[in-house]
């Protein structure tokens, strides 16, 4: 929709403030600005997305963080201009979030994990895929997060068997994983998964985990 700019947002939601779902995914003309609108009109927003939105940064994440505990699922894949510092103001304040898709973020590290556990404990389905994650991430997600029943780390070459094994003994609902293109994940820690999550269906790029 790249018809839709920051004046186009402004004008829609100083309209529509009971608004509780608003996905502007590939509405490559809006910037932080659409943010400030969205977060100053539309107080009761449960789900956001604005994935592949190329000029949203972390000023964008700190108007979202003013919509508080009340914003359930939020998609910032793709813009790659956040970093830890967004996200760590958003969890923050965005603590009852379940839904987080951060793929492609690729300045998101563990330091944003960390937070992203500490406060979002309700979390349900989490995207880090192609984030600077590493086994450290994993483990205080893990810890902090044991109901994940979505994770994909699709892409994170810092990822290793250890990370996996911490999110196999403490995440024992997740059902899905994403583990595509992770080279440092072998079968010991494809096994992990499967001792204690048995139903969880797992996406992979490895052959070996076939047999």
Request: with cysteine; net charge positive.
């Given at each position: 929709c790249p018809a839709v700019d920051d004046t186009s947002v402004r004008l829609a939601v100083e309209n529509c403030t009971q608004l509780q779902y608003l996905f502007l995914r590939r509405c490559s003309n809006i910037s932080d600005m659409s943010l400030k609108y969205i977060s100053s009109y539309c107080l009761l927003l449960k789900e956001v997305s604005t994935s592949d939105c190329k000029q949203i940064s972390d000023t964008g994440l700190s108007y979202l963080a003013k919509l508080g505990p009340g914003l359930r699922y939020l998609s910032v894949a793709k813009c790659h201009l956040l970093t830890d510092s967004g996200v760590k103001l958003l969890v923050k304040h965005c603590y009852k979030l379940r839904y987080l898709n951060l793929r492609g973020c690729e300045a998101v590290s563990d330091l944003a994990i960390e937070a992203?556990?500490?406060?979002?404990?309700?979390?349900?389905?989490?995207?880090?895929?192609?984030?600077?994650?590493?086994?450290?991430?994993?483990?205080?997600?893990?810890?902090?997060?044991?109901?994940?029943?979505?994770?994909?780390?699709?892409?994170?070459?810092?990822?290793?068997?250890?990370?996996l094994c911490s999110v196999a003994y403490y995440c024992r609902c997740l059902q899905h994983l994403n583990i595509q293109d992770v080279s440092g994940v072998t079968v010991e820690g494809y096994r992990s998964i499967k001792k204690y999550s048995r139903k969880c269906i797992i996406e992979h790029t490895n052959p070996a985990f076939a047999l």
């Open positions: 992203l556990a500490n406060s979002c404990t309700r979390m349900r389905s989490l995207d880090i895929g192609k984030c600077d994650v590493t086994d450290l991430g994993l483990r205080d997600l893990s810890r902090h997060c044991p109901n994940l029943r979505k994770l994909s780390v699709r892409g994170c070459e810092l990822i290793t068997d250890q990370g």
